[in-house]
């Protein structure tokens, strides 16, 4: 990917990303909170994969 095209990218993914926290804060917070809930929940399964390998 060209530096060209890599900068366009970003800059176009973070307005998106404060349009939407501008115009919807409360579904944001909800997907925020619902993304979290999913990286706690596989963080939670890998640690209970990696305990049962030295129980």
Do not use: C, N, Y
Request: charged share 15%.
């Amino acid at each position: 990917m060209s530096p060209g095209l890599k900068k366009f990218v970003v800059i176009a993914v973070v307005a998106l990303v404060l349009f939407f926290l501008i115009s919807k804060p409360t579904q944001s917070a909800d997907a925020v909170h619902t993304a979290l809930g999913w990286l706690r929940s596989g963080a939670e399964a890998i640690v209970t994969f990696v305990r049962s390998l030295f129980s």
